[in-house]
């Protein structure tokens, strides 16, 4: 990082965080401080939806993945639309008319206490989690521009994201995200164009384009039946469908964005443009990793990209021949690349049989020496399940980006960071607080009183999820990880909500067992099956309805004969 | 000072009713994954 990129990081987190603290002035009652007194237009409710999810991890885990393992990802994301037309339908105009300030809340008024305190505490957990690993993603950029030790940047990090949290509330949270989105879509574009222009002279477009496809890292979509495959057309479509009706219809840091919105038409039209922006920017996102790999097959990258754990093995007797059979294959791929293009060019059927076979058996030894690199740095007290997914971009940026685009990306990569985690944990306060504090502790409070457990509920929430944050190391590749502990919680929740919506005879009771049964059915096929994780959202959720529905036949209480 | 809870509805400023919206997404859906299917076996 040069002076410039330092000013330009240091200008932009200020002019962020300045003018989200600024548009957050008057958030002195529990109302602004947690629903923005209900003053939200759609677009900026809209940029915070997109950039609470997208953080930091959009870039540095998304773009590795398409690097490793081409661009199947944006699969995950064709259930979201179909997501929020369900949720604009359904959802969003039940939460505005039950005038709730968290999604749990509602579920009293249509079950019981005890359904909306198990939902309460089952987000807790879920979100809890997820925020640690939010914090993580920005203590990894520390760590490799800087050098800086992990666990000190994170503690960093997470008492700054505490202090703007606490004193700005949600409507300071949602206007620097839109400052964020609009810094992130710009980022975006730069970084693409400055790629191409990186490329090789003798490389065009269209070549790069081949040569990324030919590896196999432009395969958007995949329509294999396969239960173990994480990333199919048909995983993306309806586990992707159930995860994000969960994650925008139960999760509460999704939930509190739209409530803040002037009106059921803002709240819809937020989730709407997230609808048909999201798939877009994430192949946006991902063809930018295919185009890293193309970069790199001219540019002989390191065996693996976390320079620290590379330092490490490279004192092993064992690492030589990896890194010999590393810069071999390299140079076979770099040779076959061009081969392969002068065949397509000549439009020579035979030679691009050959030249693409010769291609991709030198690209499978590569793969072979990257995972017995990753293999060594467990072998020498690492860990077991290395990934150096998330360090691919940001070795990329830092190297080869001009002087003041390396700030911007790192700026944008902070900024994302900051505002997700504090919108995630935001929402853990407000849960806190209203489903928790008072309603079970202290019951007839003063507006100023809830204002300040409020603030007290940001603080707790952040220190827990720094705490949580030092396990981000053993989950691998960060966003998949974030997923992960999402579908282990979203599911029983997404049941529950199906059951108030669409099943009028289920009484508070039957929901409650049903979310017990349905996340038992979760940890049991996490554990217990190999079955990919965007299916636990579908089982979890079916479980919750079964059950339910079978307690209250059983029970075939009065208000069934109503 | 009104209720900051009153609760309001509107038509969407497009297309005229909610559910032509919707439509209107899911059909969106279909292009882009037909657009993704066809960039895969293009360049694959």
Redesign the interface.
């Given at each position: 990082m040069t002076g410039l990129d330092w000013a330009v990081l240091f200008t932009t987190l200020t002019v962020i965080v300045g003018y989200g603290l600024y548009r957050s002035r008057g958030s002195d009652t529990v109302d602004r401080f947690l629903l923005a007194g209900k003053s939200m237009p759609w677009y900026a409710m809209a940029l915070s939806i997109m950039a609470t999810q997208a953080s930091a991890v959009t870039f540095i885990s998304t773009t590795g993945q398409a690097y490793a393992d081409g661009m199947r990802f944006v699969q995950f994301y064709f259930g979201l639309p179909i997501a929020m037309v369900v949720l604009c339908a359904t959802v969003v105009p039940v939460f505005h008319r039950a005038k709730v300030f968290t999604a749990y809340e509602y579920l009293e008024q249509r079950f019981d206490a005890k359904t909306r305190a198990l939902a309460s505490i089952i987000f807790l957990c879920q979100r809890g989690l997820s925020a640690g690993l939010t914090l993580y993603a920005p203590a990894i950029v520390l760590s490799v521009i800087l050098g800086w030790p992990e666990r000190a940047t994170i503690l960093l990090m997470g008492v700054t994201v505490i202090t703007y949290t606490t004193l700005g509330g949600v409507k300071a949270v949602t206007w620097s995200d839109v400052q964020q989105m609009i810094i992130i879509f710009i980022g975006l574009v730069i970084a693409l164009i400055t790629l191409v222009h990186l490329m090789p002279s003798a490389i065009s477009f269209p070549d790069a384009l081949y040569l990324a496809g030919a590896a196999g890292r432009l395969n958007a979509v995949t329509t294999d039946v396969d239960w173990n495959d994480q990333f199919t057309l048909w995983s993306g479509l309806i586990g992707g469908t159930f995860l994000f009706l969960s994650y925008f219809g139960c999760d509460q840091s999704q939930v509190q964005r739209y409530l803040t919105g002037k009106s059921i038409a803002q709240s819809r039209l937020s989730l709407i443009f997230n609808a048909v922006a999201k798939i877009p920017m994430q192949f946006f996102i991902l063809f930018i990793g295919a185009m890293v790999f193309v970069f790199y097959l001219f540019v002989q990258p390191p065996v693996l990209f976390e320079q620290a754990e590379l330092d490490r093995i490279q004192t092993s007797g064992a690492f030589r021949p990896v890194a010999e059979q590393y810069s071999q294959a390299f140079e076979r791929r770099r040779q076959a690349a061009l081969n392969l293009l002068e065949a397509h060019h000549a439009q020579s059927a035979a030679g691009v049989r050959q030249q693409t076979e010769a291609y991709r058996s030198a690209q499978h030894d590569i793969d072979g020496a990257r995972e017995q690199a990753a293999r060594l740095v467990g072998s020498s007290g690492g860990d077991q399940d290395y990934s150096d997914t998330n360090y691919i971009f940001l070795s990329f940026v830092t190297k080869y980006l001009p002087v003041g685009l390396v700030g911007l990306i790192i700026a944008v990569i902070f900024a994302a960071t900051m505002s997700a985690s504090a919108g995630e944990i935001n929402s853990l306060a407000t849960v806190t607080m209203v489903d928790l504090y008072k309603r079970y502790f202290h019951k007839q409070g003063s507006d100023h009183h809830y204002l300040m457990a409020s603030r007290w509920c940001t603080i707790f929430w952040g220190a827990y999820a720094i705490v949580f944050a030092g396990w981000g190391r053993t989950l691998g590749s960060l966003i998949v990880a974030v997923n992960k502990v999402g579908s282990l919680f979203y599911g029983s929740l997404l049941g529950v909500f199906v059951l108030a919506f669409f099943f009028r005879r289920v009484r508070g009771t039957a929901a409650f067992f049903g979310m017990l049964a349905g996340e038992a059915a979760i940890f049991a096929t996490r554990f217990f099956t190999g079955i990919s994780f965007l299916w636990y959202n579908v089982i979890g959720c079916a479980m919750v309805v079964a059950t339910a529905l079978v307690i209250t036949h059983i029970k075939a209480s009065p208000v069934i004969s109503e | 000072m009104p209720d900051?809870?009153d609760?309001?509805?509107?038509?969407?400023?497009f297309l005229g009713t909610?559910?032509r919206?919707?439509w209107a997404?899911?059909i969106?859906?279909g292009v882009?994954?037909l657009a993704?299917?066809g960039?895969?076996r293009?360049?694959?």
């Open positions: - | 900051i809870r609760v309001r509805d509107e038509p969407p400023p909610w559910p919206v919707y997404v899911i969106y859906l882009i994954i993704c299917y960039f895969t293009a360049l694959e």
